[in-house]
């Protein structure tokens, strides 16, 4: 795995030289959440928790926006959790008037932004080192039933709140669905979920992932699949943002390298595309993940199931007591559930939407972005994303809250 990682690193160092970017020129200093947060004035706070399996994650907080005038007011909780390679900084990268993250302090929810195990902001573990295959053991179902659990267990204590409201986006809304299926009690801390991107069924996407790994490890038992096992894969990569801060701040040949940079991954165009806010989150993106989450995806290409891990018949049977991997009881999902999902979604198409929708339980809401050309990272980098999909999340979780003002 080591390898892939290099050559990716040596074709991006191609890519640069060609483009004329100097490979050697000074990076800027890393901004964390938190910094990113209060230079827009917002008050913010890093916390730290520690899961049941020994991951120490860096959770972010907003408590509440400067725009308010009663900070005495109550003020719900929300978490906000992202997607595959990315980490909290992603509900930021569009600033204080289009970002969700802002406009939900800004309406008075108390804020949480969440990271998974092995990004940038949650790479340590008590009980073994990084650089030791056993930290990278895992994929998003131990993201669900460990990382989010124990996010929400620690913003309720922290809050005094017994429910919180969910947003998600691609893998966040993937890790949401393992945790409700699996830990059904789960579904009374929340009052809703937002699901951006909603992924759990793949078969019709459009990216060229599927077709360049699947035949590599989407089936278990291949020779690449020891290769592909327990280790980090896409870390955070200085040369990789340096030329891609070059390239999305440039017009032309660069501007143009910018926006198909993600192309590749999302398989689908970019109409909506706010460059500026795609060069603010390529800043820390990509933020490392498990090859075993890539991996894990890939397997639901191929059997068109969600369902666990696929470790093989001999070593399915030990651990399920089956030969194949058992699907996620998604009729388990009893709180309310919003899904959000686009047209050009080149990951989550719309037809596995269908399918998804298909089966969860009937109270689940399934709004179609009405904008066509819109795609899986639109979600979080679109120019429009505020009226066609934060300004909607907003309209739906204010419904399942009451807000009690306190007095002056």
């Not at 009663?70 to 595959?84: I, S």
């Amino acid at each position: 795995m080591e390898i892939f990682n290099i050559l990716m690193g040596a074709s991006l160092l191609k890519v640069v030289i060609l483009a004329g970017v100097d490979p050697t020129c000074h990076l800027k200093e890393f901004v964390t959440t938190e910094q990113r947060i209060r230079s827009h004035g917002y008050p913010a706070e890093s916390h730290f928790l520690e899961t049941s399996d020994g991951y120490v994650l860096n959770i972010f907080r907003i408590p509440y926006s400067p725009r308010l005038h009663n900070q005495k007011t109550y003020r719900p909780t929300v978490l906000l959790q992202h997607g595959l390679f990315s980490n909290s900084d992603c509900w930021l990268n569009s600033g204080p008037n289009n970002s969700l993250a802002y406009l939900l302090a800004d309406a008075g929810y108390d804020v949480w932004l969440g990271n998974a195990r092995g990004n940038i902001y949650s790479r340590n573990n008590t009980r073994v080192s990084v650089n030791n295959p056993s930290f990278w053991h895992f994929d998003w179902h131990e993201i669900g039933i460990n990382d989010i659990s124990g996010m929400i267990d620690f913003i309720t204590n922290i809050t005094s709140q017994s429910k919180i409201h969910y947003v998600g986006h691609s893998q966040g809304t993937t890790v949401y669905f393992v945790l409700m299926s699996e830990r059904p009690e789960y579904n009374n801390k929340i009052k809703s979920s937002h699901l951006l991107a909603p992924c759990a069924y793949f078969g019709h996407g459009t990216s060229f992932v599927f077709d360049m790994l699947t035949p590599l490890v989407g089936t278990p038992g291949g020779m690449y699949n020891k290769i592909f096992e327990d280790t980090e894969l896409l870390p955070q990569n200085d040369m990789f943002n340096r030329f891609a801060d070059t390239a999305c701040s440039v017009d032309g040949t660069l501007g143009f390298v910018c926006k198909n940079l993600y192309l590749l991954f999302i398989g689908a165009g970019y109409q909506n595309t706010n460059t500026t806010s795609l060069q603010v989150l390529i800043e820390t993106h990509p933020a490392g993940s498990s090859s075993n989450q890539v991996t894990h995806f890939l397997q639901l290409y191929v059997s068109r199931k969600f369902r666990k891990f696929d470790w093989g018949e001999k070593r399915n049977m030990a651990l399920y007591g089956q030969t194949a991997p058992p699907d996620y009881n998604l009729s388990k999902l009893s709180a309310p559930v919003y899904l959000y999902s686009a047209n050009k979604d080149g990951l989550c198409d719309a037809k596995d939407v269908d399918k998804l929708v298909a089966n969860l339980p009937p109270h689940v809401v399934d709004y179609r972005v009405p904008d066509l050309t819109f795609n899986h990272l639109d979600f979080i980098v679109a120019y429009n994303m505020k009226e066609l999909v934060n300004e909607p999340v907003l309209r739906n979780m204010y419904e399942h809250e009451i807000f009690t003002y306190a007095t002056n």
